[in-house]
């Protein structure tokens, strides 16, 4: 089982719509996890962090799930600008590295 | 402010030669890390560094792959006998490396190495 999995789509949603897009993670002892965006050939960008239950920015709840080890992101209101691959991103305790997901890529389409 | 920046933003080198990335991290930032991501993969991890030290050298794929940070600030990943698998985007992060957000990382815009 790879440590961080996601769907890797493409969701394509029309403009307005709802989207969420869930991980799953093997390791049971990981305490800090995140969401970045990444555009077409440009770095990933830090979205969001969630450490504890989960939490909430503009259109953007993030939620964890550590029985199920599962986080999930949730997107409101999808804008075109959305667009963009999303990438998980798990840590365990400690000065360990980072562990990426390969992305789910979203389309908005007008 | 200024965020990571990396130099050169492409490299196009041959086959067995040695080339250099430097990375900049966000002044301030302890902890610097070394990503590579291929088309269609999340990065990889490679090396980390707290300060000068490197505190975790595990995702080096072998031997030809080194990296300094010998002030403390600027780090140069240094690839020997480069093969053409070794083409993919580098990418360098700092965060601040203590505190309650400690590890959130912020990237710089990568390198593109291809090896011809």
């Known amino acids: 089982r790879k440590e961080v999995e996601q769907d890797p789509g493409p969701f394509n949603v029309p403009e307005g719509a709802t989207v969420a897009f869930n991980c799953t993670y093997s390791n049971s002892a990981s305490q800090s996890f995140f969401w970045y965006r990444q555009d077409c050939r440009k770095e990933p960008k830090l979205l969001m962090s969630v450490y504890s239950s989960g939490n909430e920015d503009g259109r953007f709840t993030a939620q964890l799930n550590r029985a199920s080890q599962y986080i999930s992101l949730l997107i409101r209101d999808s804008k075109l600008s959305d667009s963009a691959t999303y990438l998980c991103?798990?840590?365990?305790?400690?000065?360990?590295?980072?562990?990426f997901g390969k992305g789910t890529r979203l389309s908005v389409i007008a | 402010g200024a965020g990571v920046s990396q130099t050169p933003s492409n490299k196009v080198t041959e086959k067995g030669k040695y080339v250099e990335l430097r990375c900049d991290p966000i002044s301030g930032h302890t902890a610097l890390y070394w990503y590579r991501q291929s088309l269609g993969q999340g990065p990889e991890f490679l090396i980390y560094?707290?300060?000068?030290?490197?505190?975790?050298d595990s995702g080096l794929p072998n031997d030809r792959f080194f990296a300094v940070r010998p002030e403390g600030s600027v780090s140069t990943l240094k690839i020997q006998r480069t093969e053409r698998g070794d083409s993919a985007v580098y990418l360098c992060?700092?965060?601040?490396?203590?505190?309650?957000?400690?590890?959130?990382?912020?990237f710089g815009p990568g390198t593109r190495l291809t090896v011809l």
């Open positions: 991103v798990v840590n365990a305790p400690g000065n360990t590295p980072l562990v």
């Open positions: 992060a700092s965060s601040l490396g203590s505190g309650r957000t400690w590890n959130e990382q912020f």
């Open positions: 560094f707290q300060g000068t030290g490197a505190a975790d």
